[in-house]
C-alpha cells in the first residue's frame, strides 16, 4: 500500500512538471508548424516570464490573476519582437541562417541579461503569491500549488484549442502551416499570422515560467535551457507541428523525470530524457502522432 502512495504522489508531481513542459512545448511545435523553424530563443522567454513575475510579486504586488494576464502579455510582447528583429528579415533565407540566429538571440538574451541589475546569474528565491496548503484525498495528499498549475493550464490548453480550431486566426494559422506561400495568395496576410503565432507561444512560456516558478521557487538567467531543450525533446516525441503531441509529450517527460529522480537519481534524469529521445529518433522518428511522408 505504502509504494502505491509513493507512485501515486510521484505520479501527481510528474503532471505538474509535464503540464509546464507542454506549455513551453507548444511554442515550439506551433512555431515549427508555420515557419520550420526551431527557435531555440524561446527556453528563454520562459525564463523571462518567470522574472517579470518576480518583479510583479515583489515591485506592484499584482493579484493572482492580473499577474497571469500581465505576465503572457508581456512575454508575448517580447516574442513578437524577436521575430520582428531577429528572424524576419532571414524569412527567404537558408533554413541553417534561422537557426544559428535563434541560437545567437538566446545566448544574447542570456548573458545580457545577467549584467543587467534586474536580473542575475545566481538563483534567487521566487516568494509565491500565497501559502502553501495541503489536502489529504485518499491514499494521496495535494496542494495549492498542484490544484493551480493543473486549472491555468488546462484553461490555456481550452483557450488555445477555441484560438486554434474556432477562430478565424485559427483557421489562417493552419492554412499558414500546410503552405505558407498558398496562404499568402489567398489574400491572408501571413506576416501578422507568424508574428500571432510567436506571442501566442510566447504567452504560453510565459505562463508556464510563472508556473514553474511556483512549483520550485528559484530563478536565475540561466534557467530557461534546460526546461527549453526538455519541451524542444517533448513536441519531437509528440510529433512536431502537432498540438497534441506537444502536449503528450511535454506529460511523457515530465513523468519520467520525476520518476526516475525519484527511483534512481537526480543525477540521471536528464539522460534518460535524451535516452528517451535516442529511443524514439531509431523506431519513431516522426514522433507519436507523426506521419510518414514517403516522396515518389
Known sequence: ????????????????????YALIALGYTMVYGVLRMINFAHGDIFMLGAFI????????????PILILSTSLLTAVIAILIEKIAYKPLRNAPKISLLITAVGVSLFLEYTLSLNAFFTPNYIGFP???????????????????????????????LL???????????????????????????????????????????LAGIGGLLYSMAYPQINVFMGIMPGIKSFIAAVL????????????????????????AFLSSTYRDGVIFIILFIFLLFR???????NIEKV
Open 128 to 158: 509565491r503569491p500565497f501559502e502553501i496548503r495541503s489536502y489529504d484525498i485518499g491514499m494521496f495528499s495535494i496542494n495549492n500549488i498542484h490544484l493551480i498549475i493543473f486549472s491555468v493550464t488546462i484553461i490555456s490548453l481550452a
Open 53 to 64: 513575475s518576480y518583479y510583479g510579486i515583489t515591485k506592484f504586488n499584482l493579484p493572482f
Open 285 to 291: 522518428p516522426n514522433g507519436i502522432f507523426g506521419k
Open 161 to 203: 484549442y477555441l484560438l486554434i480550431y474556432k477562430s478565424k486566426y485559427g483557421i489562417a494559422m493552419r492554412a499558414a502551416s500546410h503552405d505558407l506561400e498558398i496562404t499568402r495568395l489567398m489574400g491572408i496576410r501571413t506576416d501578422n499570422i507568424i508574428s500571432f503565432t510567436f506571442g501566442i507561444g510566447g504567452a
Open 238 to 261: 509528440g510529433g512536431i507541428g502537432i498540438i497534441h503531441g506537444a502536449v503528450l509529450g511535454g506529460f511523457i517527460i515530465g513523468i519520467s523525470e520525476v520518476f526516475v529522480s
Open 1 to 20: 500500500m505504502e509504494i502505491l502512495i509513493y507512485l501515486t504522489q510521484q505520479f501527481i508531481n510528474g503532471i505538474q512538471l509535464g503540464a509546464v
